[in-house]
C-alpha cells in the first residue's frame, strides 16, 4: 500500500484528528493546488483544480485539526467530482 493509499484510507475512515497539512497532501495528490489570493483572504483557502471546480475551505484555528463538518464537504466534493 502507498502512501497516497494510506493516506485516502485514513480520510476515507473519517479521523477526528486529521490534519490541515494531511488535507493539504490529499488534495494535492488529487491535482489541486493551495491559492490563499484575494484582498481579504485571511483563513480563507481556495483548492484549484485545472479542470474540476474549486474547494473553499477555512483554515483550522487555533489546532491544526479539521472540523467533523469540514471532512464530509470535502469527502462529497471528491466523490462528486470522481476522486474518490
Known amino acids: ?3 497516497l493509499e494510506k493516506l485516502q484510507t485514513r480520510f476515507l475512515s473519517m479521523p477526528k484528528d486529521f ?3 494531511e488535507l493539504k497532501k ?3 495528490d488529487c491535482g489541486y493546488r493551495e491559492t490563499t489570493a484575494g484582498k481579504t483572504s ?3 483557502v ?3 483544480h ?3 471546480e474549486p474547494i473553499c475551505l477555512h483554515k483550522p484555528h487555533p489546532k491544526p ?3 467533523a463538518y469540514q471532512l ?3 469527502l462529497e466534493a471528491l466523490r462528486n467530482r470522481g476522486l474518490l
Open 1 to 3: 500500500m502507498t502512501k
Open 19 to 21: 490534519s490541515w497539512d
Open 26 to 28: 490529499l488534495l494535492s
Open 42 to 44: 485571511g483563513s480563507r
Open 46 to 48: 481556495k483548492f484549484i
Open 50 to 52: 485545472v479542470k474540476l
Open 65 to 67: 485539526e479539521l472540523k
Open 72 to 74: 464530509k464537504q470535502i
